[in-house]
């Protein structure tokens, strides 16, 4: 049976658990959308709540791609509030399957990066 690596042990031990607690809580931290170049730009969203009973504060949301534009409906959320966090996909006329990462990135200490993903199906442009 294959031992788990070292660090990873070390850093369960260490670490409080409330460092690796997460207050944003996903609707759906993964979304699928189908676009094509003729449609232009596609919008999609990710919804989320504050589990937690402090304030959090989005700090950053970069995306793997530049044609992916998150942009946070506002910055910080009271607990129990709701948020939507809107994307725009700006096709590369790329036919093919592509899944692009988005990094929520917030005010909270000791926890990692929120992952989402944004699963983009691109068509091939219809023939004439």
Request: aromatic share 8%.
């Amino acid at each position: 049976m294959p031992r788990p690596p070292v660090k990873a042990l070390v850093l369960a031990l260490f670490l409080p658990a409330a460092a690796w607690a997460q207050s944003l809580e996903w609707e759906k931290p993964r979304v699928a959308i189908r676009v094509s170049p003729s449609t232009g730009k596609a919008a999609c969203e990710f919804r989320f709540t504050n589990k937690s009973d402090q304030p959090v504060r989005i700090k950053a949301a970069p995306a793997t791609c530049s044609c992916v534009a998150p942009k946070p409906d506002k910055r910080a959320y009271a607990p129990g509030e709701s948020g939507v966090m809107p994307v725009i996909y700006s096709p590369k006329g790329r036919p093919g399957v592509r899944a692009y990462r988005l990094y929520v990135v917030t005010d909270e200490k000791g926890v990692r990066p929120y992952e989402l993903v944004l699963e983009v199906n691109e068509t091939a442009e219809p023939a004439n």
